[in-house]
């Protein structure tokens, strides 16, 4: 079966410092997709970074950042420097190439920025 | 702003009732997904159609139903509305139908069954 956890149901930190969201799924399928969105109070689902289960490489964009370490199925991403406008709900997905097709998210994490 | 357009934002309805959503892809995509976000149960699939064609299916009640138009827009039915049934619906739309691809979301259509 596949899932996508995120232990972090809400995470609460002062402007400026770093954090990090966790994600770790699950799947026995050898080709798939991880992506993260990001899902701010206006309510809408913004695309954040995609991932292919080939890919190990780290990625940063700015004060973003995701790790992506296959041993221990996980895609964990870092905001550095973090700003209020950076509190938002973050959703970690999979998505496995079989007959499906369908993605499947993580409960998300509600991220508070405190100024 | 995603490209993705949904419509109506707001829908407030009874219980027994029945309403339709629509959405339109970004230009260019083929595909179009519908998702239901509630509190209880988080994000969930429902449904995937490519080029006209449904392509996958989800966790979609029976009293649902899509379909994508010619003009590759799609419209989400529900029926026979049940107070469970209010949640923050999602549009999203990909350029094919492949896992590769991203999705892009629209601004979602909350529905509230009172």
């Known amino acids: 079966a596949q899932k996508v956890t995120q232990a972090q149901t809400e995470i609460s930190v002062v402007e400026k410092e770093d954090v990090t969201l966790d994600c770790v799924y699950e799947?026995?399928?050898?080709?798939?997709?991880l992506f993260w969105y990001k899902q701010p109070p206006s309510g809408e689902l913004v695309f954040l970074i995609r991932r292919n289960s080939f890919d190990e490489q780290n990625e940063i964009s700015g004060r973003y950042s995701w790790n992506f370490q296959k041993s221990t199925s996980s895609f964990n991403f870092t905001i550095t420097a973090s700003q209020v406008v950076d509190s938002a709900v973050y959703f970690c997905?999979?998505?496995?190439?079989?007959?499906?097709?369908?993605?499947?998210f993580g409960k998300g994490t509600r991220l508070h920025i405190l100024p | 702003d995603s490209g993705v357009t949904q419509t109506p934002k707001h829908l407030i309805t009874a219980t027994g009732q029945r309403v339709t959503l629509r959405c339109s892809p970004r230009?260019?995509?083929?595909?179009v997904y519908w998702y239901q976000q509630s509190l209880d149960q988080g994000l969930q699939f429902l449904i995937q159609?490519?080029?006209?064609?449904?392509?996958a299916k989800g966790n979609i009640l029976e009293r649902f139903s899509a379909q994508q138009f010619p003009d590759l827009h799609s419209e989400l039915n529900l029926s026979s509305l049940e107070l469970g049934d209010s949640a923050l619906y999602f549009c999203?739309?990909?350029?094919?139908?492949?896992?590769?691809?991203?999705?892009?979301f629209g601004p979602g259509t909350r529905l509230t069954v009172l």
């Open positions: 799947t026995r399928d050898t080709t798939y997709y």
């Open positions: 999203a739309s990909s350029v094919d139908w492949s896992v590769s691809d991203t999705q892009y």
């Open positions: 230009s260019g995509d083929l595909s």
């Open positions: 159609y490519y080029n006209g064609e449904e392509r």
């Open positions: 997905a999979l998505r496995i190439q079989n007959r499906d097709d369908k993605i499947i």
